[in-house]
């Protein structure tokens, strides 16, 4: 057994020699590619050599540039060292992205040849290359002796699938106009799509271009200009030098893209004038970076104050709970306004947190509401009761799942389960439940957000989204804040017993109603109903929920001098 052993032992370690060599021989391959990439680049940018030979030099630099950056021996040199390597010819930028189907590095890399070779303003190339892992790695160039340079880029998922977004320079026109680029990746390239604007309003003297494919923005004032990406990561901001006149381009998931002034982007996620403005800050230390806003131009100085301290100490709670030092943890934490009002604020913070020799990152979640006013937190308890009627209601279908493949997994909760967690939702810093809870709460200018963990292998964390309109009366704390996010429902003088139908003043009509489903309302009832308002009889019509609790009141039918809705079956959905 002994020399069996030995011969097996001798056996394995010829194969792993064979291998070390096999691996020692593709480093020195490519390390070959390499140098001789370089003294291409040199010949090129010889101003003694004949012009045919570089300008026949800068055609195979490119191309082998190209094939080089396909080879995975390429991603384990750092930027500054690759550019260094070519004699600062080069300018490269590599980011990391979470996608949903993992991690995805991506590096762009840009080459302007010598106008004393081209002649022109062109010569420019671009090329992006992409791997999840080292044995994926895949390059492609985009830009082909064109003008433009890109100088910033993002990466994300959309309902069209992954997009990569490239800004950057066009030098073609003056004074240095920015472009914005749109690609889709399918089937391993990149194609690259038109962009449809939609709300535009641009401040004087900006001017939007479209040149085939992408979007040009430039401003006559001859004003040098500069482009980066959003704080949070779906758009650019485009700002120019002497002016407060800034432009933000945002890319929404629905596909839907919107250029506006940087001062009058709020519509979406905001709600009303406030007498206040938000700041961006930042902790960083230890490889830990963690992005939260501020309030500034608050009138009581000493509310702000207080305000503030509540946003970096929730803020923080990140670095104290996944930012452990001894760890060897590599953290960030960016930041999402979900919503902003002269009384409430409600702060997301998404993440990814990185452990040495862990099998996998996991996503960070958690969030902040503001009780403006009082200058205090708000929990979910603070304005729902947690209580069976509210886990009927999501657990019926009345809620709208953030990510579409995490919708039915609030099946697999219990009734006890979800009651326990919401209860204990948004906990305050430090208290004794705050190591047992990991659900939290946001708002929205329409709807209540609740996120709930999961497993790591369903993302770590799920986020449904709920109606305002949808939550009855009678399952709300806090009346005077119900006001501020606005009616449950559009109750008016036909509905009376805090959202329910009064079935006493409205009769309903079995044969004329019947079970219909909507998205986000999920399972409901139609009702046709005949009542006596201000002494008139009517037909008046609700969608229902199983308690009888309206979800919804039609507008006042048109045709209420007359009874009967023996029509409604043959022409309603």
């Not at 840009?110 to 080292?134: D, E, M």
Request: glycine share 6%; proline share 3%.
């Amino acid at each position: 057994m002994n020399g069996c052993t030995k011969e097996n032992d001798s056996s394995i370690t010829k194969t792993n020699h064979a291998l070390s060599l096999q691996n020692d021989a593709k480093t020195i391959s490519y390390s070959k590619k390499l140098d001789a990439l370089v003294q291409k680049i040199r010949i090129v940018n010889d101003e003694n050599m004949d012009s045919d030979v570089r300008q026949k030099k800068i055609e195979e630099f490119t191309i082998k540039l190209n094939l080089l950056l396909n080879e995975p021996e390429s991603v384990e040199m750092k930027d500054g060292a690759l550019v260094e390597k070519f004699d600062n010819n080069l300018t490269i930028l590599t980011k990391s992205f979470w996608l949903k189907s993992g991690q995805l590095n991506v590096r762009v890399v840009n080459y302007r040849a010598p106008t004393t070779v081209t002649g022109t303003i062109g010569g420019k190339y671009t090329f992006i290359q992409w791997w999840s892992t080292k044995e994926l790695v895949h390059a492609q160039m985009l830009e082909n002796d064109g003008p433009e340079l890109t100088t910033d880029f993002i990466v994300r998922d959309s309902e069209h699938g992954i997009q990569l977004l490239l800004g950057g320079h066009v030098s073609i026109y003056h004074p240095d106009p920015v472009f914005v680029d749109l690609w889709e990746l399918s089937r391993q390239k990149w194609m690259q799509k038109s962009i449809d604007v939609g709300k535009m309003k641009l401040p004087d003297a900006w001017e939007l271009n479209k040149d085939v494919d992408e979007l040009i923005l430039e401003n006559r004032q001859h004003d040098s200009m500069s482009i980066e990406v959003l704080d949070h990561g779906d758009g650019f901001l485009i700002s120019k030098d002497n002016s407060d006149k800034d432009i933000i381009i945002e890319f929404f998931k629905s596909g839907e893209v919107r250029i506006d002034s940087a001062h009058s982007l709020t519509s979406d996620t905001h709600t009303g004038q406030q007498s206040y403005e938000l700041i961006q800050e930042k902790y960083s230390e230890n490889g830990i970076v963690i992005k939260y806003p501020q309030i500034t131009k608050l009138e009581d100085a000493a509310k702000q104050k207080s305000l503030n301290q509540i946003l970096k100490t929730e803020a923080l709670k990140g670095l104290h709970e996944y930012g452990d030092s001894d760890s060897g943890a590599h953290l960030e934490i960016d930041y999402e306004i979900k919503r902003q009002s002269e009384r409430l604020l409600s702060i997301e913070y998404t993440g990814i947190r990185y452990v040495k020799k862990a099998a996998y990152p996991n996503h960070i979640f958690y969030t902040t509401n503001l009780d403006m006013k009082q200058a205090s937190k708000l929990r979910l308890s603070d304005l729902i009761k947690i209580e069976k009627p509210f886990i009927k209601l999501l657990k019926n279908g009345k809620f709208t799942a953030v990510e579409p493949e995490q919708k039915d997994l609030i099946a697999n909760f219990t009734q006890r389960d979800l009651i326990q967690w919401l209860t204990s939702a948004d906990v305050p810093e430090g208290s004794a439940e705050e190591s047992e809870s990991d659900t939290f709460s946001y708002l929205t200018s329409d709807s209540l957000g609740i996120s709930i963990p999961v497993v790591h292998a369903a993302g770590d964390h799920a986020e449904y989204e709920i109606r305002l309109q949808q939550i009855p009366d009678d399952m709300k704390r806090n009346k005077e804040l119900w006001q501020e996010l606005g009616p449950a429902i559009a109750q008016s003088a036909t509905v009376v017993n805090e959202g329910k139908l009064d079935s006493e003043k409205f009769s309903i009509d079995e044969d004329q109603s019947f079970e219909t489903s909507f998205e986000g309302w999920g399972s409901a009832r139609f009702v046709s109903t005949v009542a006596m308002i201000e002494d008139a009889p009517g037909n008046y019509f609700f969608l229902l929920d199983e308690q009888n609790y309206i979800l919804y009141s039609f507008p006042e039918f048109y045709g209420n001098n007359w009874l009967g809705t023996d029509w409604i079956s043959s022409c309603i959905f």
